[in-house]
């Protein structure tokens, strides 16, 4: 049955379509001016006609105030006209320039009619022919034509480019050819836990009667999980080119149309063609465009389209036989938001996390991407791996591909180690710019600033080594950064450790007290994260001695944050008196360790001056130089200053 939506869309089309063929018809059609009899026969009599034609109950006659067997008056720039009719031309033929503009009803039968035309020397006929080819043309076949071609450009436009008004069922899913994926496993690097779950699969395409022969069944649905950029495409790209076979790609976003049904046709269409080319890999990308909760409104509401398209997906993977030999990947960054129907067993019943690699990982995935890049023998990827925690595939992707642009253009012939250095300064903490003016007293309060991060940060346990200090401007507001990298992953952190970390945010603000006597507004980033630190400590990880170990923040989303998780995230699940509590507790915290940054400033004052002196000549200095300057101090072991 046609949606009543369509259905009114599609009677509106037709109506303006109709409205408009008509007003083009009149434009090409010079309008007849009706007149009264008695005037009609006024006109003969004074000879205002070239031609009449005389009907039975209507005439019609054509005005042109020129005498017969003379040339009408035309415009100069207009196309010829033929000649007026002679008095021996008998033809009653109309044409665009040769037809009636002035009509009249006949009263009576009157015959005086024809005998004053005579009069008159007025051409006259018996009857009215049908219009011409050239004016039946221009009045109707050609807007006809016109709202045809446009037609088909409007479906063209909202369907699938290209492939006309009768593609909107088809899907747009890429084919690759079993020959046409040459990545594998050996390109896949950092998610070796992913890749042993996705072997299983590779193994029941190539050998599916290893599997049936003692019953066990395959998962007809495998669910990557993981954050952009992990590799889920490339590990999905690498399972069809490990078992050799047909892959299917696909956007979630792609089913979805603004046409109730086209979603739907599409899932049927990409199902029956995987059917016809199994065995092979099909895979559906942001599945979550496509499969969100379904609800009857609210933040997780959805429209008819999307549940219709998600409805047919269902009914598609309960409708297939895995031993047909055609495997269902897709992938997810939100898989607390699908539908549950799309996790039940039977669909996509196994899930794998594909999750940020460690620096073993790391080092991997660089080795994997150094392939094609030329690096010198300074290049150190174990040393890029420990200083690039948390970066996923693609980010250390970008950061060879920087460090080999960057290289590029001093026009060297590879990629050394500074340009690798570069490279992660530049993705991490945005683009220099030497070329912004700071007066000398922002120099020094920037320079102290910073310092202070240094020199708190190399005194108080749980905080990184310093890798680097600089006061050129970086980014969208940074006039100084301090880099602190961990020397390993760590997964546990505690309550000690979480302390010295808040110590060194605060120690900027620190510095700027102790020799300035005032503060600044650039802590402004360093407070929010140290009070953000401070809150999850008494509300996520129950380190508040008054309240104990009670969690009392909500559930957020494991991978992205989305608007309407932190209005949901909004809620409080604790009264008034509580959440005085923490506010306390975290200004206890907050205010405690800015003491101790400040204590640790004012023991190392002489060290801060030195250190200062030096970044302020050379604006860039590395930890090992702080660390020299500072005779090689040793973290404090859990001493309180």
């Not at 997964?491 to 120690?507: F, N, P, V």
């Not at 009070?531 to 009392?552: N, Q």
């Not at 809620?571 to 640790?600: H, L």
Request: charged fraction near 25%; include cysteine; glycine fraction near 10%.
């Amino acid at each position: 049955m046609l949606d009543n939506r369509k259905l009114k869309f599609t009677l509106f089309y037709v109506i303006v379509a109709l409205i408009f063929l008509w007003m083009l018809n009149k434009s090409f059609r010079p309008g007849v001016k009706t007149v009264p009899y008695s005037k009609f026969k006024q006109m003969v009599k004074a000879g205002a006609f070239t031609q009449v034609w005389v009907g039975e109950t209507e005439v019609f006659g054509r005005t042109g105030g020129n005498k017969p067997g003379t040339v009408q008056n035309i415009p100069s720039n207009g196309p010829t006209p033929p000649p007026a009719p002679t008095e021996n031309d008998n033809s009653s033929s109309l044409s665009f320039w040769n037809r009636p503009n002035v009509k009249a009803i006949r009263v009576g039968g009157d015959k005086d009619l024809v005998a004053q035309l005579d009069k008159a020397g007025i051409i006259y006929s018996g009857r009215i022919e049908q219009p011409g080819i050239i004016e039946t043309l221009l009045s109707w076949i050609l807007p006809l034509g016109i709202m045809i071609a446009f037609w088909f450009y409007m479906m063209k436009r909202m369907g699938q480019a290209g492939q006309g008004v009768m593609a909107f069922g088809k899907s747009r899913v890429k084919i690759h050819g079993e020959n046409d994926v040459e990545t594998g496993f050996d390109d896949v690097a950092g998610v070796d836990e992913a890749k042993e779950e996705l072997q299983e699969v590779v193994t029941f395409l190539m050998e599916p009667q290893r599997y049936a022969r003692i019953g066990a069944r395959i998962p007809k649905g495998v669910l990557l999980v993981g954050l952009p950029g992990t590799g889920k495409t490339l590990l999905a790209r690498a399972v069809a080119g490990e078992a050799h076979v047909p892959f299917f790609t696909i956007s979630g976003a792609e089913f979805v149309e603004m046409f109730v049904g086209v979603g739907a046709a599409r899932v049927r269409d990409l199902f029956a063609q995987a059917e016809k080319n199994a065995p092979c890999i099909v895979f559906i990308d942001e599945l979550d465009a496509l499969g969100k909760s379904r609800g009857a409104g609210g933040l997780t509401g959805g429209n008819d389209e999307r549940e219709q398209t998600l409805n047919q997906l269902l009914v598609q993977m309960d409708g297939f036989d895995t031993t047909t030999g055609v495997i269902i990947l897709a992938a997810t960054n939100r898989p607390e938001i699908l539908d549950p129907a799309l996790l039940r067993p039977g669909r996509f019943d196994r899930q794998v996390l594909v999750d940020k690699p460690d620096r073993a990982g790391r080092r991997a995935i660089l080795e994997v991407h150094a392939r094609d890049v030329e690096l010198s023998e300074d290049v150190d990827l174990d040393e890029v791996a420990a200083r690039t925690p948390g970066f996923v595939g693609a980010d250390l992707a970008n950061l060879l591909n920087e460090a080999a642009l960057l290289a590029a253009r001093r026009g060297a012939d590879e990629v050394t180690g500074l340009d690798v250095d570069r490279a992660i300064d530049r993705i991490v903490a945005g683009l220099e710019k030497k070329n912004r003016l700071i007066n000398p007293t922002e120099r020094k309060i920037v320079a102290h600033h910073e310092m202070g991060h240094a020199i708190v940060g190399s005194c108080v346990p749980g905080a990184d080594p310093v890798q680097k200090v600089t006061i050129v401007p970086r980014g969208m507001g940074a006039l100084g950064l301090t880099w602190q990298t961990p020397t390993e992953d760590r997964y546990l952190m505690t309550k000690t450790e979480l302390e010295g970390k808040i110590a060194a945010l605060l120690g900027g603000r620190a510095a700027e007290l102790v020799f300035f006597g005032e503060a600044s507004t650039g802590a402004a980033n360093d407070l929010a994260r140290a009070t953000d630190a401070a809150r999850a400590m008494v509300v996520e990880y129950g380190m508040s001695d008054t309240l104990g170990p009670i969690r009392l923040a909500p559930e957020r989303n494991a991978f992205l944050q989305t608007p309407a998780d932190m209005f949901l995230g909004s809620r409080k699940e604790y009264g008034d008196k509580v959440a005085d509590t923490i506010d306390q507790e975290v200004r206890n915290i907050v205010e405690g360790q800015m003491e101790r940054a400040k204590k640790i400033i004012e023991s190392h004052r002489q060290d801060v001056a030195k250190l200062v002196s030096v970044l302020l000549e050379k604006e860039t200095i590395d930890g090992d130089e702080v660390r020299k300057i500072c005779n090689n101090r040793t973290k404090e072991s859990g001493s309180k200053i």
